[in-house]
């Protein structure tokens, strides 16, 4: 079986809102520019990392995701716990 794997260095950047506007009697959709630049870094990395064919075979995705504990919860003894064993 085939693997494809790749890293994404930086903060993990969470999809925001889209902004609404109206022209006239129709209605534009944009990505907050925060998003938009994010999802183009992604696939920007990923293009690098992709094979020459397409894949037709059915696929599994694995993703881990490793994020900085905020404040509130290093701050708490309770809290930092219950992280640690999964509560």
Same mark, same amino acid.
């Not at 009697?25 to 990395?45: A, M």
């Not at 059915?58 to 490793?66: E, G, K, M």
């Not at 404040?71 to 992280?83: A, F, H, L, P, T």
């Given at each position: 079986?085939? $693997?494809?794997?790749?890293?994404?260095?930086?903060?993990?950047?969470? $999809? $925001?809102?889209?902004?609404?506007?109206?022209?006239?009697?129709?209605?534009?959709?944009?990505?907050?520019?925060?998003?938009?630049?994010?999802?183009?870094?992604?696939?920007?990395?990923?293009?690098?990392?992709?094979?020459?064919?397409?894949?037709?075979?059915?696929?599994?995705?694995?993703?881990?995701?490793?994020?900085?504990?905020?404040?509130?919860?290093?701050?708490?003894?309770?809290?930092?716990? $219950?992280?640690?064993?999964?509560?």
């Amino acid at each position: 079986m085939n $693997q494809i794997t790749f890293e994404i260095d930086g903060d993990v950047q969470a $999809q $925001q809102r889209p902004k609404f506007s109206r022209m006239g009697k129709g209605v534009s959709v944009r990505d907050p520019k925060e998003s938009k630049d994010y999802k183009s870094f992604v696939r920007l990395v990923a293009s690098d990392h992709a094979l020459d064919e397409l894949i037709t075979a059915p696929i599994i995705l694995c993703i881990d995701v490793y994020r900085k504990m905020i404040k509130e919860i290093m701050k708490s003894k309770k809290k930092y716990q $219950q992280v640690q064993i999964g509560v």
